[in-house]
């Protein structure tokens, strides 16, 4: 069973929050990543980490922002969420790019 | 899409029979993975395999790579209703990170 936990799983906010999602692991990976994915869709990356005060975009053009303080953690930051933000956020860790990934079980972000 | 695509999107068998389903992509790869996707869940590693493999087993799963022709398949044998998910081939991206097919959607009848 794969050590890397999202919270919350479920969150429904207004239009112009800023919220965090967290994501940890307990596996020491070095890198770490954001996909975001609509429902029955193809995965996006939108932000990875390669360790420590390392962050990068990925593919997708995000409005939100991640920090890498600690090994373990990686959180997501949206400073003012909109609707087009709604979607289901999944972290993934892994040892290394050539090795499998481990996926936290999502957050489904709702903005109303 | 420009990560490669999977086919098919969606593949309807009943309980027994075998699925196939088919991966390609566009550029040099290290390796490639298959994942499984239960319904709004995350995503859970089935197996990997690498450029210099042909064919690798995992259980009831078997996986082929073509290198030459940038094409992967996932053969599930003896399908069962658990085996109803979603899944995604996903490829190393120069070992910075993953890049993920757009999926098939698996349904498995009892």
């Known amino acids: 069973e794969a050590d890397i936990y999202q919270t919350p799983r479920y969150l429904v906010i207004g239009t112009g929050k800023k919220i965090t999602l967290e994501c940890s692991q307990t596996?020491?990976?070095?890198?770490m990543y954001w996909y975001q994915q609509d429902p029955g869709m193809e995965l996006h990356l939108i932000h990875y980490?390669?360790?420590?005060?390392?962050?990068e975009k990925g593919d997708l053009s995000s409005e939100s922002t991640v920090s890498r303080i600690r090994t373990e953690h990686f959180p997501l930051t949206l400073e003012s969420a909109r609707p087009s933000h709604t979607s289901q956020y999944l972290c993934?860790?892994?040892?290394?790019?050539?090795?499998?990934?481990?996926f936290g079980q999502g957050t489904r972000l709702t903005v109303v | 899409s420009q990560q490669g695509e999977e086919d098919p999107q969606a593949l309807s068998i009943q309980e027994g029979e075998n699925a196939t389903m088919n991966c390609s992509y566009k550029?040099?790869?290290?390796?490639l993975q298959w994942y499984r996707q239960n319904s709004g869940r995350g995503l859970v590693h089935l197996i990997l395999?690498?450029?210099?493999?042909r064919e690798k087993h995992s259980g009831r799963l078997r996986v082929t790579l073509d290198t030459s022709k940038k094409s992967s398949s996932l053969l599930i044998t003896a399908s069962r209703a658990a085996d109803t998910a979603s899944y995604f081939c996903?490829?190393?991206?120069?070992?910075?990170?993953?890049?993920f097919g757009p999926g098939t959607r698996l349904s498995v009848l009892p």
């Open positions: 993934a860790s892994s040892a290394g790019g050539l090795t499998e990934a481990f």
């Open positions: 596996m020491g990976h070095d890198k």
């Open positions: 980490s390669y360790g420590v005060n390392s962050t």
């Open positions: 550029t040099s790869i290290n390796n």
């Open positions: 395999i690498r450029s210099n493999e």
């Open positions: 996903a490829r190393d991206n120069y070992g910075q990170n993953f890049v």
